[in-house]
């Protein structure tokens, strides 16, 4: 069984430019979860959805950010424009249906590094 | 604002010994706490949970102890084995409603020395 597909698994870009983070979440969960890992902050929940609704988006850091779950199978996380403060590991998690207590999953993340 | 913290960012365990990572949470309202462990190049894991009406919950090799009164959960492993080098993540759990989130801290680095 496949568990959560991150891409792509690094990233380099120059600031200034668009970023798009892609996640397939384990199929038949119906929770998804964005994070970023930095060392100062740990992992921080970004934004997280249930059943592709936009539940809680209060850690989006600012307007450059934004997530679209179109679908129960596919969702990204955009930055535009980016900045080299969003340098960090993102990843992204699924859960099934009910409370996510022990049963969040987590991809392998993508490693981003904006110049 | 850190809701959860570990203060260690670092520790190192001789193998066989115990390893004991500390975690400390301001926020009473927590009913659930969580140990994730994360490799190199790789997505957190479960490790081990209590709840907050325990003080203590074993699984195997994996103990955690929740003290609510400090605010204070700690993880203790023994004995302690090589694989056991990763990072350990402390998180809380807030619930009510339709919230259904967990709560990181910046997590503690063991390397366990052969």
């Known amino acids: 069984d496949a568990g959560v597909i991150q891409s792509p698994r690094h990233e380099v870009t120059e600031m200034g430019q668009e970023v798009t983070l892609r996640c397939k979440p384990i199929s038949g969960h119906d929770y998804l979860f964005w994070y970023r890992q930095t060392m100062m902050r740990g992992l921080e929940l970004l934004i997280y959805f249930n059943n592709n609704v936009p539940i809680d988006d209060s850690g989006m850091p600012e307007d450059r950010f934004s997530a679209k779950m179109p679908n129960a199978s596919f969702s990204t996380l955009k930055i535009q424009p980016s900045e080299p403060r969003d340098s960090a590991v993102y990843f992204c998690?699924?859960?099934?249906?009910?409370?996510?207590?022990?049963?969040?999953?987590f991809g392998p993340g993508t490693r981003l590094t904006v110049l | 604002d850190q809701q959860v913290k570990q203060n260690s960012p670092s520790l190192s365990v001789q193998e066989g010994r115990i390893s004991i990572l500390n975690c400390d949470y301001t926020?009473?309202?927590?009913?659930?706490f969580l140990w994730y462990k994360k490799y190199p190049a790789e997505g957190p894991t479960f490790l081990i949970s209590?709840?907050?009406?325990?003080d203590k919950n074993e699984d195997g090799r994996f103990t955690v102890f929740l003290n609510k009164s400090a605010k204070h959960l700690s993880l203790h492993i023994v004995p302690s084995q090589p694989g056991d080098s990763a990072v350990y993540f402390c998180a809380a759990a807030l619930y009510g409603g339709a919230t259904n989130k967990l709560i990181f801290g910046t997590g503690t680095l063991l390397a366990v020395q052969p």
């Open positions: 998690a699924s859960s099934p249906p009910g409370l996510a207590r022990d049963t969040q999953y």
């Open positions: 926020n009473s309202m927590f009913d659930y």
């Open positions: 209590i709840s907050s009406i325990k």
